[in-house]
Nanobody, 117 residues
Framework: QVQLVESGGGLVQAGGSLRLSCAAS????????MAWYRQAPGKQRELVAT???????LYADSVKGRFTISGDNAKNTCYLQMNSLKVDDTAIYYC???????????WGQGTQVIVSS
């Protein structure tokens, strides 16, 4: 059973930065895609960014130019560097991993990001 553990959330002022990490563990596995989603209070969960094998990267329009997703295959870890944070970025951020062979999807427990004005 693959487990995902996010870290790096917290409280930051608008214009500040945070770096989220998502570490995968739990036996032998190969990850095809890792992604960050977020869910603000009263809103649906939305995609923030994805990174796949071969370094194919996608961003939501709302974070382009401010967020950077990256992956470390050796560490089975994904990062989300968030710069120029806005109050609207306030949400719980979730990590998702899709396995290469089975396409099984795993989710982390989420990490809270609060951006104050």
């Amino acid at each position: 059973q693959v487990q995902l553990v996010e870290s790096g959330g917290g409280l930051v002022q608008a214009g500040g930065s945070l770096r989220l990490s998502c570490a995968a563990s739990g036996g032998k596995f190969s990850i095809n895609t890792m992604a960050w989603y977020r869910q603000a209070p009263g809103k649906q969960r939305e995609l923030v960014a994805t990174v796949s094998r071969g370094d194919s990267i996608l961003y939501a329009d709302s974070v382009k130019g401010r967020f950077t997703i990256s992956g470390d295959n050796a560490k089975n870890t994904c990062y989300l560097q968030m710069n120029s944070l806005k109050v609207d970025d306030t949400a719980i951020y979730y990590c998702k991993a899709v396995m290469s062979l089975s396409l099984t999807t795993y989710w982390g427990q989420g990490t809270q990001v609060i951006v104050s004005s």
